[in-house]
């Protein structure tokens, strides 16, 4: 397949046919057989694109991702029988699905069209964030007027029926807007203002700039944005992307933090601004700050409803989310945790969100639910005295939260809650259960090997395909329902890391390569700088499903962990036994959980006492758990199976598994331990190659 224009379709789209009498004027339609889009990481071959006239592409001749208007996908291939040309029709849904995509993550758009050909045939396709609705077939070969009706409609349809969002406004440039964000370049910033920065980063040209309408109440702010700093990829589901936001409307608060997604619409569900609001009124500290929220002009996708008007007499519940157009804005502009200086702000940042997720939980009765690497960033609220910033986490991205009281409830789909590459192995394997404490705490664990795991010293020789076994792949029999990935449950059962040969992995205090007559600095208050380093955005994207499987095993047993190499205890790294640790205490958990038919310990289950409300940020707030037992790490020997057999035993276990001093007063353990040896500068450039 390949989707350049045919000979029989370049015939009935003569130039002066489409162009002329079939299009509105304003419009034009442009080929480009061969090029490459404007970003040609996107390695997409073109056909032929509806843009606005006076368009970049028209006159370049190259795949303009940010003006498209409709797009052309064709199979060259005739089919004779009706079989084979349903078959052919289902592999374009690839296509579409492709140029779709990119046309989402370039432009705000509520929807994007699709022109498909296959031989004699033509249908039209529309996409949103719910799936695609394609018409019946059109032979244009018979019915060519039928074919030139759709064009006319197209092009004469207003710009909301096309997909164009009124509240987000294109800035163009030599616009007074465009004039006002490009004086922060020039601007003299005073050292340490992070935001200012962080928006002057954004300031590119590549990507279109915009004036975003939030509606909160009765009242409207206008922001303006550029490049998104995280935009989820794909085409179904909450296609979410932030902006560092210039507040037009304010000037004392004058750089926000906007998120625009696509929420989840469903009876028992809260927004996420509402769900900020209760937390920011509960005092829950660590979490952003809400400023305002709405949904955006009642925007929502269509998709389950054409589903619904054609399967309107069977009983089957829907299947398809509905979507509903969102965004809130809150105070905070961070940066994202994978840039921490060293292993210890890394820990520092980690123990911070822990700090949030209990605060919540006790506080306000509200879980989490998607602890991933996306949904933690960092703050500066402090100098050092060499003048370097003092960084404190936020957990934040609380839209799949939920209020434990609700347990009870049905769950409100089938499909999992949280990012597949951070869920614990329960909420892997048993899609429909609820995510329990224990859960997200497990996730922390994954976001902590995740970041160790790219930018910390370490033996594992193919950072690539640690990273698929471990957080991407998943086991499946039909290819529809997939369990946790093998390399990841090794690691809850065997209770530490290891490759896919099975050997295991250490973190160490120093790169194996650097030489023993250098060693690095350790335990300092100055951090070392940031390497203008960050991961693409294939790697932060939010999946509710695993990659697909790879062709081979993910898992050889070539090597025998007793023949790792016996690595001495100073040369490790406090994250490595932290990460030991752990996984040995989840270890012992999920034997509890065998022990005890298996059947999760919810956090309603728990008995919680309230915390009384602190102003003071301090690591001693975990302290303040509501855990009886005196000794925090006791209760956790794996040294005999058979102590499990005591219920007692299993409880206790299953208690501290849910518990977040257990979890927080670790880490702030190795942080407040002087004896600790945490390396300065053991951050490294990210050791996951591109190509991954």
């Not at 409307?249 to 906007?258: A, E, I, K, T």
């Not at 951090?527 to 499987?549: N, R």
Request: hydrophobic share 35%.
């Amino acid at each position: 397949m390949r989707f350049a224009l045919t000979r029989r379709v370049t015939h009935i789209w003569k130039a002066d046919a489409i162009n002329g009498k079939a299009m509105g004027p304003g419009f034009f339609f442009a080929t480009t057989p061969s090029a490459l889009g404007s970003d040609d990481s996107t390695k997409e071959k073109v056909g032929c694109w509806m843009y606005a006239a006076g368009s970049r592409a028209i006159i370049d001749e190259r795949t303009d991702w940010t003006t498209i208007e409709v797009s052309v996908a064709c199979e060259t291939e005739h089919a004779d029988d009706a079989e084979a040309v349903d078959g052919r029709w289902t592999g374009l849904i690839d296509s579409i699905t492709s140029f779709s995509s990119l046309v989402f993550r370039y432009q705000l758009v509520t929807h994007h069209f699709t022109i498909l050909f296959l031989g004699d045939c033509a249908r039209l396709a529309m996409t949103d964030r719910a799936g695609i609705i394609y018409t019946s077939h059109i032979n244009y070969k018979a019915n060519p007027a039928k074919l030139g009706r759709v064009f006319w409609r197209l092009s004469r349809a207003t710009p909301e029926a096309r997909g164009h969002d009124p509240s987000a406004v294109r800035i163009l440039r030599g616009s007074p807007e465009y004039d006002a964000m490009v004086t922060w370049k020039t601007k003299t910033l005073p050292a340490g203002d992070h935001a200012r920065e962080l928006f002057v980063d954004t300031l590119d040209e590549d990507y279109p700039w915009y004036r975003l309408a939030v509606h909160h109440e009765d009242n409207t702010t206008n922001f303006l944005v550029a490049k998104p700093t995280y935009a989820a990829l794909g085409l179904v589901g909450r296609s979410t992307r932030g902006f560092v936001a210039h507040n037009v409307s304010d000037p004392s608060q004058p750089f926000v933090y906007l998120k625009d997604c696509w929420r989840v619409k469903c009876g028992h569900t809260k927004r996420e601004g509402d769900v900020l609001a209760y937390l920011n009124s509960k005092r829950v500290k660590n979490i952003p700050t809400l400023l305002y929220h709405g949904d955006v002009l009642g925007h929502k996708t269509v998709t389950q409803e054409m589903w619904q008007l054609f399967d309107e007499e069977s009983e089957r519940e829907c299947p398809i989310e509905e979507y509903w157009h969102y965004r809130v804005v809150v105070k905070e502009v961070g940066r994202p945790i994978y840039e921490f200086s060293n292993g210890k702000q890394l820990v520092k940042i980690l123990s911070d969100c822990v700090l949030a997720h209990k605060e919540a939980h006790k506080k306000a009765k509200v879980i989490h639910r998607d602890v991933s690497v996306g949904n933690m960033i960092m703050i500066p609220v402090d100098k050092s005295p060499q003048g370097t910033p003092i960084y404190r986490g936020l957990l934040t991205d609380w839209e799949l939260s939920k209020d434990i009281h609700a347990y009870d409830l049905k769950p409100r789909n089938v499909n999992r809650t949280g990012t597949w590459q951070y869920l614990s192995v329960n909420a892997s394997n048993r899609r429909t259960e609820h995510i329990d404490v224990a859960d997200d705490l497990e996730s922390f664990l994954y976001v902590l090997i995740w970041c160790a795991i790219r930018y910390l010293p370490h033996d594992c020789p193919d950072v690539g395909h640690f990273m698929y076994s471990f957080f991407d792949h998943g086991e499946t029999t039909n290819h529809k329902e997939y369990t946790c990935g093998l390399l990841k449950r090794l690691a809850i059962s065997d209770g530490y890391l290891m490759t896919n040969t099975q050997r295991p992995i250490t973190f160490l205090c120093e790169p194996l390569h650097t030489s023993v007559d250098k060693p690095m600095a350790r335990v300092g208050s100055a951090p070392a700088h940031l390497p203008p380093i960050l991961p693409s955005d294939a790697l932060l994207t939010s999946k509710s499903s695993p990659l697909p499987p790879p062709t081979a095993a993910p898992l050889a047993p070539i090597e025998s962990p007793s023949l790792a190499p016996d690595i001495p205890q100073e040369q490790k790294h406090p994250i490595h036994h932290i990460i030991t640790v752990l996984l040995g205490r989840f270890k012992r958990y999920y034997k509890a959980q065998a022990f005890y038919s298996m059947a999760p310990v919810k956090p309603k289950q728990i008995a919680v006492k309230s915390d009384s409300d602190g102003t003071a940020y301090d690591l001693a707030l975990f302290d303040s758990d509501s855990d009886s037992d005196s000794d925090t790490h006791s209760g956790w020997d794996l040294s005999d199976d058979r102590s499990l057999a005591s219920e007692r035993k299993r409880k206790k276990i299953s208690k501290k598994a849910n518990s977040h001093r257990v979890f927080g007063s670790l880490l702030v353990d190795f942080i407040r331990d002087e004896n600790v040896g945490w390396p300065m500068n053991d951050r490294l450039a990210d050791q996951l190659e591109p190509k991954h």
